[in-house]
């Protein structure tokens, strides 16, 4: 079974970091990008971070740029989401994500986030 687990949400002061893991097993981890969204009370999940761990080309939305880092351990299947400077506006259920082919997309259980101002 294809199974993702997200954790190390909490809540911060704004200013403040956290460092998401996302543990993954049942696929091949080296042979897809696993992705990082997040959703806020009322609003649409958004897309934030991705990462290829093949070749380690990544992705930022610009409201995280620079502030967020994903990184991969390929050895633990796990990736990483090292949040810095954060504001309120960060606050939100964070969830990792791989998509192993059409209509097979897989969600961990999201870890929440909040910051506080």
């Known amino acids: 079974d294809v199974q993702l687990q997200a954790s190390g949400g909490g809540v911060v002061q704004a200013g403040g970091s956290l460092r ?10 080296d042979d ?10 009322g609003k649409e999940r958004e897309g934030i971070s991705c990462i290829n761990s093949s070749d380690g080309n990544t992705y930022y939305a610009d409201s995280v740029k620079g502030r967020f880092t ?34 097979r ?8 986030v909040t910051v506080s101002s």
């Open 20 to 29: 998401l893991s996302c543990t993954t097993s049942g696929f091949t981890f």
């Open 105 to 112: 997309n897989y969600w961990g259980k999201g870890t929440q």
């Open 70 to 103: 994903i990184s991969s351990d390929n050895a633990k299947n796990t990736v990483y989401l090292r949040m810095n400077s954060l504001k309120p506006e960060d606050t939100a259920v964070y969830y990792c994500h791989v998509g192993l082919g059409v209509l």
């Open 32 to 41: 897809y990008a696993i992705g990082w969204f997040r959703q806020a009370p």
